[in-house]
């Protein structure tokens, strides 16, 4: 019953920008590490930001980005509502992918590596042209 959903790809020009939603179903509790990641045809699955998704009182949640998404993509949460979301800023033709949410529950700390998350959304295409 656990789903991720995203929402907010689409096409764009070079410098341009655009903001993805993930939304989630079916997360029990309150310890979740969620995040990104895309995937250009004939590559590897590739990270590019996550977040922890916890209490509050926890602190910010730690973000984390990928050499290629610092200083121009921000993810952010709704703890409530169990979401993240990505703003691309100046996107570039090479962030040209099918970008996925993943989420891993009962999770003490956040994760960089694809195997640690056993949930994952289907994915929504960027494309940016120069």
């Known amino acids: 019953q656990v789903q991720l959903v995203e929402s907010g790809g689409g096409s764009v020009q070079a410098g341009g920008s655009l903001r993805l939603s993930c939304t989630s179903s079916?997360?029990?509790?309150?310890?979740?590490?969620m995040g990104w990641f895309r995937q250009r045809p004939g590559d590897e699955r590739e990270v590019v930001a996550n977040?922890?998704?916890?209490?509050?009182?926890?602190?910010?949640?730690?973000?984390w980005y990928s050499d290629s998404a610092k200083g121009r993509f921000t993810i952010s949460r709704d703890i409530a509502k169990k979401m993240i979301y990505l703003q691309m800023d100046n996107l570039q033709p090479e962030d040209s992918a099918v970008y996925y949410c993943?989420?891993?529950?009962?999770?003490?700390?956040?994760?960089?590596?694809?195997?640690?998350?056993?949930?994952w959304g289907q994915g929504t295409q960027v494309t940016v042209s120069s």
């Open positions: 993943v989420a891993r529950t009962a999770s003490d700390t956040c994760y960089t590596y694809s195997a640690a998350f056993s949930i």
């Open positions: 079916g997360l029990t509790g309150n310890r979740n590490c």
């Open positions: 977040i922890y998704v916890g209490p509050a009182e926890w602190g910010d949640g730690s973000p």
